[in-house]
C-alpha cells in the first residue's frame, strides 16, 4: 500500500497532469497571451481570432471577432463557431458564446471573461468539412 502511495505521490500527479495537457495541446494550438490578433494555420485554413476593442474587461460582454480562409485566402462562409471562455490557472468556472456569420469568412459574438487575469477562449470550429480547434490566450482587466 505505501508503494502505491508513493506512486501517486503529489510531484507524480503533477507531472501526469502536465503530460495530459501536452497530449491535449496537440488537439489545440495555442497563442501567446498578448491581447493581439492571433493567427493559426489548421490544415486547409487560416483563422484569425481577435478582441477589436483591446482588453477584455472581466464580467462585461467583449467582441470577439474570427476571420476563416481557406488556403487560398477565400473567406469560408457557413462554418458554426462555439467559443468557451475559461481560465486555464484557475477553477472559477466557464462561460460560452456562439459567434455568427456577419460578413463571407467573418464571425462576430460577445464572450464575458468571469475573472480578471490570463484567460483563453477556446474556439471549435465546424466547416462541414472539417472539425477545427484553437485556443487564443488573452488577459482581463477589471
Given at each position: 500500500m505505501r508503494?502505491?502511495?508513493?506512486l501517486f505521490s503529489f510531484p507524480v500527479l503533477v507531472i501526469l497532469f502536465v503530460a495530459g495537457l501536452s497530449l491535449?495541446?496537440?488537439?489545440?494550438?495555442?497563442a501567446k497571451?498578448?491581447?493581439k490578433p492571433a493567427v493559426f494555420?489548421?490544415?486547409?485554413?487560416?483563422?484569425?481570432?481577435?478582441l477589436p476593442e483591446g482588453p477584455a474587461k472581466a464580467l462585461a460582454e467583449n467582441p470577439f471577432t474570427l476571420t476563416l480562409k481557406d488556403r487560398e485566402g477565400s473567406p469560408v462562409s457557413g462554418a458554426?463557431?462555439?467559443?468557451?471562455?475559461?481560465?486555464?490557472?484557475?477553477?472559477?468556472?466557464t462561460s460560452s458564446a456562439v459567434l455568427e456569420e456577419t460578413s463571407p469568412g467573418v464571425y462576430r459574438g460577445?464572450?464575458?471573461?468571469?475573472?480578471?487575469g490570463a484567460s483563453s477562449a477556446d474556439v471549435s470550429i465546424d466547416t462541414g468539412k472539417q472539425a477545427i480547434a484553437?485556443?487564443?490566450?488573452?488577459t482581463a482587466v477589471h
Open positions: 508503494k502505491l502511495r508513493r491535449l495541446g496537440k488537439s489545440f494550438t495555442s497571451a498578448n491581447d494555420y489548421k490544415d486547409d485554413y487560416r483563422i484569425e481570432v481577435a458554426k463557431i462555439g467559443m468557451l471562455l475559461s481560465m486555464p490557472d484557475m477553477f472559477c468556472g460577445s464572450g464575458v471573461p468571469l475573472m480578471a484553437v485556443r487564443y490566450l488573452f
